[in-house]
């Protein structure tokens, strides 16, 4: 579970309804007349929704809600997981060659490190394997932008809808205009609640949702660079610590330094 996604969720919205009852003296039964319209709701999340389907194929669409999980979870693979794991079949690699790493393969659960490992075992030329891993990881970025680009899409799309529910309500208020100019207040606000839930949902929903699959995408992109250049370094017979220092290059300092650390902890107890 992501922490960072729950709590902002939560106090995004505490604040939100908060600053909202203030708006309306505290009054719940205000609150709820002034700020809940479903007319304006069908008019700017449905409006939208609509138009995100217009704009991508219906496969896509269907995506969004396993889309959804990447934000609301965290991925138990780690580069530096990743890296101890790479070190650990280096040094079998070379002190009983390429082809005992068999057994390591069947035990692997990450697709990606299987297959590099099973290429390089079969014998297939160090080029080639960088290529096919490569290209995998190159469609494995296209994949995550459409997801980001579904949410930046909604991100976009939301105020347009607001602005036009606004502009639906004004028109009707204007109507009123030479009837019952006490009708005016209420009109007008029911107008504005529409561009409320565009600005809402773009800023507190859809483009944080984009920004975090970002993020998440990044991560995952690090996590199958350090594993393509560890297949690599193995499939070449390198030292285990000229492997292990190369793919600590892929890190933060931070996380280089806590690698350090353990890996210094370990030598200790030993």
């Excluded at 991100?155 to 004004?170: E, K, R």
């Excluded at 996590?223 to 393509?228: E, F, G, R, S, T």
Aim: overall charge negative; proline content about 4%; some cysteine.
């Amino acid at each position: 579970m992501d922490i960072a996604s729950m709590v902002g969720i939560v106090l995004g919205t505490i604040f939100l309804f908060w600053g909202s009852l203030g708006a309306v003296d505290n009054s719940i039964a205000t609150f709820f007349e002034l700020f809940i319209n479903v007319p304006s709701m069908m008019i700017t999340f449905g409006g939208t929704f609509a138009a995100t389907m217009i704009h991508y194929p219906l496969p896509q669409i269907k995506s969004i809600a396993p889309i959804l999980k990447n934000v609301f979870t965290t991925s138990p693979e780690t580069p530096n997981a990743a890296i101890d794991i790479l070190v650990n079949l280096a040094e079998k690699a070379r002190r009983e060659g390429l082809l005992s790493l068999e057994s390591d393969v069947e035990m692997t659960e990450n697709v990606f490190l299987k297959k590099g490992i099973q290429l390089v075992i079969d014998g297939t030329d160090p080029e080639l394997v960088r290529e096919i891993m490569e290209i995998e990881l190159e469609y494995l970025e296209e994949r995550h932008k459409v997801g980001v680009g579904l949410f930046e899409a909604m991100g976009f799309y939301s105020p347009a809808f607001g602005l036009v529910g606004t502009l639906l309500g004004l028109i009707g208020m204007l109507k009123a205009l030479g009837q019952d100019i006490n009708a005016l207040g209420p009109k007008m606000a029911i107008a504005l609640v529409t561009t409320l839930y565009g600005a809402v949902f773009a800023n507190f929903i859809a483009l944080p949702i984009s920004g975090k699959l970002k993020v998440r995408s990044g991560e995952e992109i690090q996590l199958k660079q350090v594993m393509i250049q560890g297949i690599i370094c193995i499939q070449e017979g390198n030292n285990p610590r000229i492997v292990r220092q190369k793919l600590m290059s892929f890190l933060s300092p931070k996380a280089r330094r806590e690698m350090e650390e353990a890996e210094g902890g370990e030598r200790r107890a030993a």
